[in-house]
C-alpha cells in the first residue's frame, strides 16, 4: 500500500508524496519547509470557444516564462538542495505530484459558460498537476522498477479520483510527453495530469464510441 502525504509549497500550491510500498519510514519525516518565498498564484488564463469545430480552446500566454530545459543542477523537479531549491523541498522522494507553477487550466475552479457560442470566452478553469517518477534526473517510466511503476500507477488513481471529485471537472488526463521535439521543457522523467472544465474533442469521440459498442452489446445479451 503506497503511503500518502500532502503539504503545502510557499505560494499556497498542493504537494503530495507518494512513498513506494514497503517503505519502512515514510517520507514525510524528511519533509522540509519550502523557503523560496515565491510570489501569490496569477489568475487562470482564457478559454476560446470555436465555433467552426465546436471546442473549447485553452489560451495560456502566461506559460511562456516557464522554465525551459534547465541544466540538470538546476532542475526544478529533482530533490532540493543548498544550491537548487526546487519545486520538491524534501532531500529524497519516491514518487511526487504537485500543481504545476506554470498551469493551462486554473487554479480557480468553475464551469465554462453555458450556451456557447461565436466568440464566448471565460476563465481557463481546471487544474494541473505535475508527476515526478523518480528523484533521479535521468530516465523513463520503461525504466522504472516494478514498484515504482506501481506507485505511479496509484498516483495517477489516486489524483484522478481526487481531481473528478473538484467543482466543476468534467474530464481528468494523465499523460506522459516526452522529447524536445514534442514540448517538454524538462528532461526529468515526469508526467501530467490536467482537470478539465469540459470534454476534449478525442475523449468525446472516443466516449461516444464506447457507448455505442455497450449499449449494441446490451442489446444483443437482452
Request: charged content about 20%.
Amino acid at each position: 500500500m503506497t503511503g500518502i502525504t500532502s503539504t503545502r509549497l510557499s505560494d499556497g500550491r498542493e504537494l503530495i508524496y507518494f512513498d513506494d510500498a514497503g517503505t519502512t519510514a515514510s517520507r514525510a519525516a524528511e519533509l522540509t519547509t519550502d523557503h523560496r518565498g515565491l510570489p501569490p498564484r496569477g489568475e487562470p488564463g482564457e478559454v476560446r470557444f470555436d465555433a467552426l469545430t465546436n471546442e473549447w480552446v485553452a489560451v495560456a500566454a502566461h506559460r511562456q516564462t516557464r522554465t525551459h530545459l534547465p541544466p540538470a543542477d538546476q532542475c526544478p523537479i529533482c530533490p532540493t538542495t543548498g544550491s537548487n531549491p526546487s519545486e520538491i523541498p524534501a532531500a529524497d522522494y519516491d514518487v511526487v505530484v504537485f500543481e504545476n507553477r506554470f498551469p493551462s487550466l486554473g487554479p480557480a475552479l468553475g464551469p465554462v459558460p453555458e450556451d456557447a457560442a461565436w466568440g464566448t470566452k471565460g476563465p481557463a478553469y481546471g487544474r494541473c498537476e505535475v508527476v515526478s517518477f523518480t528523484p533521479e534526473h535521468t530516465g523513463s517510466f520503461s525504466g522504472l522498477s516494478r514498484t515504482r511503476s506501481r506507485t505511479v500507477i496509484e498516483a495517477w488513481a489516486q489524483r484522478t479520483a481526487a481531481l473528478n471529485a473538484l467543482p466543476g471537472i468534467q474530464q481528468v488526463f494523465p499523460f506522459e510527453n516526452r522529447g524536445a521535439d514534442i514540448g517538454v521543457t524538462l528532461h526529468h522523467p515526469h508526467g501530467q495530469i490536467y482537470a478539465y472544465p469540459y470534454v476534449t474533442p478525442r475523449a468525446a469521440v472516443m466516449g461516444n464510441a464506447a457507448r455505442k459498442y455497450h449499449d449494441a452489446r446490451d442489446g444483443r445479451e437482452t
